[in-house]
Structures are given as C-alpha cells and as structure tokens.
C-alpha cells in the first residue's frame, strides 16, 4: 500500500474499530478477529470508483479463506448514506451472479454521518456503523452461520469470552442474530449516553479530516456533528 491517504484510511478506520466497536462493546467478534488476523481492510482511492473496480476488491476477499471479515474503505468518495444503501445492494446482487446465484459474502454499508435514533434498536444501527469513511463490511455467510448456531469451532471470529456473549446466543430467543446484535447495542448506548459515544465517534472524524486534509487538500470532510445526509 504505496499511496499515504490510504494508508490513513486505514489508520483512522482501525481507531472506529477498537476504539468504537471493540471498546463498547458493539460486536461480540471483532476483537478476536482482528488479533487472530481474520480481518482485512482494502482501501480503494477513486472519488468515483467503478464498480469492476470494487466487485474486484470483494471477490479477492471471497476467495481468500482466511479474510472471515473484510472492509472496502472509499477515503475520497462522497455519496450520501442513502445512496451508499442503493449501492450496496447493487453490489450484493452482481456479488451473488458473480457466484452462480451463490454468495460467499454478506455486504453491509457503514457511513459517517447517522443520527442516533434511540426509537428502536434497528433504527440505531446506522448510527452505531458511523465509519470515519463510506465502507463494505464483508462477513463471511459460512461464518455468520456458525455464530448463528452457536458453535466455535473452526472461527477465530467467534468470541466465546465476549461481554454479553450468553445473552446474545441465548438459545430460547431464535431470533435473527442481528436483531440480538442490535438490542444489545442499544442498550449499550443507552447506558453510556448517546453524548458520550458521539463524541469518541468525532474525535476519530476529526482525527480523519485533518490528516487528510495535509495529505490531500480536496479530500472531503466527515466531520458535521449532529448532520443527516439527504439522499
């Protein structure tokens, strides 16, 4: 990785996921995902990038059976979460006839600006995935399923020392893991103050915007605390 943005991009990336996710708590799996070296972040530089571009970048993490999770990271790209959400199912189509109507990967969509809407927990989500920049998290589907049942056996992803990890897989519930995943976010955010992990959440941002700023004077800005893009 030769270019100094995307170096930053996954520089400040990797403050969102130990300062933000593993730090409260977010997801009972990232932490032991990154230690073991299961996760990979691929930083893609276009302001606009083509789609060849980055279904090439989730394929490369589709064939690598050690990547349990990936991260696409868009350092220059300025579309609103709306469109991100568009653009992501588009992606998750051509990934599965990539497959022969099989995939490899679950495609999720994390942007920077998300207010925090307490009203439910699915409706906090956005708000939890606020990534210094747009990015793809790709998870593994044949993973995703052995969390889904509960078993650790074969997946560093899987963190069975985790805080809250029993509630989550609490067999009586057979609900939708990332409704589990979700409720236990929102109580997490309750419990902190919404302040609180907004404000850990700018600091990156901010962190973000003046690196950039003296790698790449027209590289966009993230941080607008309290903002909500329009689609």
């Known amino acids: 990785m030769t270019d100094p943005l995307a170096q930053e991009a996954v520089r400040v990336y990797r403050r969102y996921a130990v300062e933000i996710v593993e730090a ?3 997801c009972p799996y990232a932490s032991r995902a990154r230690l073991d070296g299961h996760t990979r ?3 893609i530089g276009a302001a606009i990038p083509t789609d060849a571009e980055v ?6 993490l589709a064939d690598d059976p050690t990547v349990e999770v990936g991260f696409v990271l868009f350092p220059r790209v300025t579309l609103s979460r709306p469109k991100l959400g568009r653009w992501v199912e588009h992606l998750r189509k051509a990934h599965a ?19 925090a809407d307490l009203s439910c927990p699915e409706r906090l989500t956005p708000f939890v995935r606020r990534t210094p920049d747009p990015t793809l998290q790709l998870t593994r589907l044949d993973v995703l399923d052995r969390i889904r049942r509960g078993s650790p056996t074969g997946t560093a992803f899987f963190d069975p020392d985790a805080m809250d990890l029993g509630a989550l897989l609490e067999a009586p519930a057979k609900r939708p893991l990332h409704e589990r995943i979700a409720e236990l976010n929102h109580e997490a955010v309750c419990r902190l103050g919404v302040a609180a992990v907004r404000a850990r959440m700018d600091e990156i941002l901010r962190d973000r915007d003046e690196s950039y700023r003296r790698l790449d004077p ?7 605390p ?6």
Not at 55 to 60: K, P
Not at 97 to 114: S, W, Y
Not at 218 to 224: D, S
């Open 55 to 60: 279904l090439g970048a989730v394929e490369a």
């Open 226 to 231: 309290h903002s909500q893009s329009a689609g």
């Open 97 to 115: 006839a990539a497959r022969g109507g099989a995939p490899v990967l679950a495609i999720e969509g994390f942007h920077p600006d998300a207010d």
């Open 24 to 26: 409260l708590g977010f």
């Open 41 to 43: 972040e691929v930083p």
């Open 218 to 224: 027209a590289a966009p800005a993230r941080h607008a």
